[in-house]
């Protein structure tokens, strides 16, 4: 199957969950100027799965608090709304596209590979003293999604792709043109954009080999494409390919960073990873 309108072939997925009703009430009452900690708590306490990871995550090293938090409404009281947002964001896609085998390829390696990029992009973030850095970590966590798609929905596509990247020992952006007919951040991008997530995340997907088009979103995507650099040159998971692209220049100069601070973010990266250990959870 080759893809002409990646949007229409997102719209038209036969078996592509739709975001459940929760969190699309959630996230209209997280927008809402008039919501308290106590209304939010209440959408949330209908799913207790959800509950669980939140108290997980907020407990864990992910934010380091020094002191238990023990219900939903104190997480969202000392996290925030937006934190708390990104955490049930994370939380509602992952468990959506749960892992399975494809040819051989576990798709729990491109989670992997995913999650690898979010932690240094967290890192990096705070580095950059950027005050969203959860939505940064989301940026990271779903740049990828695209391939996710294409490994679920597209299976024969998804084999002819790995098997090309074997073969031919190329980028999986370019086998996935070749085999697909667009590469996964286009379908990314598009998926994202169906789910109106926010911008930042659809720029991330769409423009995270690439940052230079990112234009107002840059530095959150020049972020998650450095992020993904070293999570490739780390070999952390699988982007799908074994080839490290180099940093982009515009993105490198853009974050302003010197060779001791490519130093500093490596040296780090175990520190960033075990920090973000609880997501793991979410992948299983």
């Given amino acids: 199957m080759k893809i002409r309108n990646p949007r229409e072939f997102v719209r038209d997925i036969e078996g592509l969950p739709t975001l459940p009703n929760l969190y699309t009430r959630f996230r209209q009452k997280i927008y ?6 106590n209304d939010i708590a209440e959408i949330i306490s209908a799913d207790q799965a959800i509950v669980s990871n939140i108290l997980k995550i907020a407990n864990s090293a992910f934010y380091g608090f020094s002191r238990r938090i023990s219900s939903v409404t104190h997480a969202i009281v000392i996290i925030g709304f937006n934190g708390i947002h990104h955490i049930v964001l994370n939380t509602t896609v992952v468990k959506m596209f749960s892992g399975q085998t494809q040819g051989g390829f576990d798709l729990s390696r491109i989670w992997e590979h995913s999650l690898g990029t ?9 580095k950059k003293e950027q005050k969203n850095f959860e939505e940064v970590f989301t940026a990271g966590l779903l740049h990828d999604i695209g391939k996710v798609i294409v490994f679920k929905y597209l299976p024969d596509e998804f084999r002819a792709v ?28 598009c998926l994202l954009e169906e789910w109106k997530f926010p911008e930042s995340l659809v720029r991330a997907a769409a423009y995270h080999d690439n940052p ?73």
């Fill in 32 to 37: 809402d100027p008039k919501s308290s900690a």
């Fill in 118 to 126: 979010a932690a240094i992009a967290k890192y990096i973030a705070k």
């Fill in 162 to 189: 790995m098997e090309r990247v074997r073969e031919e020992n190329i980028p999986i952006k370019e086998a996935e043109a070749r085999e697909v007919g667009v590469d996964h951040t286009e379908i990314g991008k």
């Fill in 212 to 284: 230079v088009l990112a234009k107002e979103k840059k530095t959150e995507v020049s972020i998650v494409h450095l992020a993904n650099v070293i999570t490739r040159a780390f070999e952390i998971g699988s982007g799908g390919d074994d080839l490290i692209s180099p940093c982009n220049e515009d993105a490198w100069n853009h974050l302003g960073f010197a060779l001791e601070d490519l130093d500093d973010i490596a040296a780090h990266v175990d520190e960033a990873l075990r920090e973000c250990a609880v997501f793991k959870d979410l992948m299983g």
